[in-house]
């Protein structure tokens, strides 16, 4: 308790704060623009933090991702675009809500719904990441095996599109983390004699390229970088009154627990959840014909689920060391860069650091709030930034992030080879998310494979005779088999009616 | 006759799968022991992964085509092939050119061809963007190189 109080009075200090309400203010404006996402604001942030102090670059990409995830609401509520994936459902009564002209009150829900979400979902995470990293620290090679594994199955099989499409984009990135120096022995593979290549492919540079550069190039061929013009009704006072938030209460806790339980599962994707609470607001609801016409509690529902996964994602990130989305796994690669080791060693060994890490997380959703409540009326403004400029600006951004990695042209053309790879996946319909995931954690698994193997003399029954590993294997066995097997039961299921 | 994009892609990977076996033979030597699987291991799981992936893609290609074969809806609308492979060669010749003559004297050119290769069917003002070309540059330099301490491309030339 000490030690997070004193994180909380750090964080609190003038510079600090003003360097979160700049980032909250930055991330804002990256989550609220359609295309552009607190992934990539963080990827574009940070080759910046590589000559600050590990806490000041945390407070920075901390405060840029607190921003982004509650800002893409706002293009959702006002032009009737989510800013990103998971702001999809508030679309749904948003933008009906502005037609009508009750922007004001929409953009309210949207900011408290967003500030419930991400504070409430992080005290959890507080409380329970020292937990579950004590109890992770009595598991053996063969239980990190399998949650690695369990990790990149899920990402790749619930990902959007097919789920051969998911497993092909994680052996790819199986194959890229192969490239460099392997982690039991450090024998050389894939460098052909490259010096560059033999601490493997800077996560920073795949990131810039294959999120910062291909989606720029390939929005605007395909012409998605146009948006409809944005307006809003401005008016006095907050918008919501605090009977609101009684009124919908049920709906609040039933889209947090969802929230934080899909944050916590890696590759759920908030998307498709943020449905299910919008779902489940929608069938709860004594007027549901008044859903899709610009009912409020559809936007506190999907804005909830949303911003609390934010807590849950911090859990396996800091208890267990494995990430859950592209987000926490650039955070991961920051300690990294900053030469700490993510995991539950990671919560005893640097204490002040984590306790840090949810102390900036908690004062850069009441900075967000605040600056949201404040500048709600000039929203419509960051919509109306002319894209090409800032697109531009990015991508020379880019560039600079690229080459400070290691001071070297090498990661530019890196970031170029795999900014092309990630077109062609795009073209193929293949998705990124499982390829980022098995490339982060691909020296993992193979590391402690291998460990479990040598301490097992050779064996690999231990795999299947520890509990925790055995379980997670078979959910891995059953995310695969899945999708197959219920289309199967579809089938049966339509001929038995057809007969 | 005109295959699904998923066949195209399922073989992509089934090419690539082969050129990586290749790789493997070539770059790992280590064998595995009796105590450790030794470092093919990865590269391997990763071949298998993808070679059964993009088969099992391909053969779905070839249902889908079966069922229906009307071509997939094109993944670029008319021209945008062409505008992503102008807007990669361009992101290549800035990257090259970096490396040659410099960030402070190759930026403000780039930046200037990027506004006008995403700029669409708006209308910009060829001054406008030079002059903001040129002060994003500055803008840039100043705050990476003075405020972060993080160091641009020299470029061969000046280095």
Redesign the interface.
Known sequence: MGLYLSALLLCLKPLNLLMIFAMVCLGIVFGAIPGLSATLGIALLL??T???STETSFILLLAIWIGGVSGSFISAVLIGIPGSSSSIATCFDGYPMTLKGESNKALAVGITASFLGTFFSVILATILSPIIADFALTLGPWEYFSLCFCAITLVATLSKG?I??G??A???G??L??IGM?P??G?Q????GNPNLSSGISTVAQMLGMFA?CQ???D????E??MPEASASSCKGFGIRIKDYFENIRVILFSFIVGLWIGFLPGMGSGIWNMVAYGYAKSTNKSKTSFGEGNPTGIWASETENNASLGGALIPMMALGIPGDGITAMLIAALTIHGLQAGPLFMSSQPDLAMLIFACVLVAAVVTFIVQAITKNWFVYILRI????L???I???A??GG??IS?T?FN??V??AL??LS??M?????PTSPLVLAFIL?SK??GY??RA??MD??SYASFFTRPLSLALLVLDAFCVVWPSLSEYLKKRRKIAANK | MRVK??T??GL??LTWSVI?LI?IQM??T?PAN??????R???Y??????F???L??AI?GLRDWKKDPTPDEP???EG??L??AR??LM??A??VL??IFS?LIV?PF??FA??Y????N?E?KPLQVAI?AVL??AG?YAM?VYG??????AGILFN
Request: charged residues 15%.
């Open positions: 080759p910046v590589f000559g600050l097919n051969w499409k497993l092909m994680a052996g790819l199986l194959m983390g192969c392997d039991i022995n024998t593979r894939f460098v052909f550069m720029i190039i390939r605007s061929a395909r012409g970088a146009k002319p894209y090409h400029f697109y531009s600006v991508l020379i951004i560039y600079i080459y400070g001071n042209m530019i053309y970031m170029l900014c092309l077109l062609f795009s073209i193929g319909g293949l691909s698994l193979e494979f291998r193997i040598s003399k050779g | 994009r998923d195209i892609t992509a990977g990586w790789l770059q790992t280590q009796l105590l450790e699987p030794g470092p291991l990865l590269p799981i990763g071949l298998i992964v993808v059964l992936s993009s099992m893609l779905k993944y670029f609308p945008g092939k505008k992503v807007s990669y992101l290549v800035t990257g970096m490396g960030f930026a780039s930046i990027f506004i290769d995403l700029k669409g708006s910009v903001i994003v540059t840039l990476f972060f301490q993080v160091k641009l491309p």
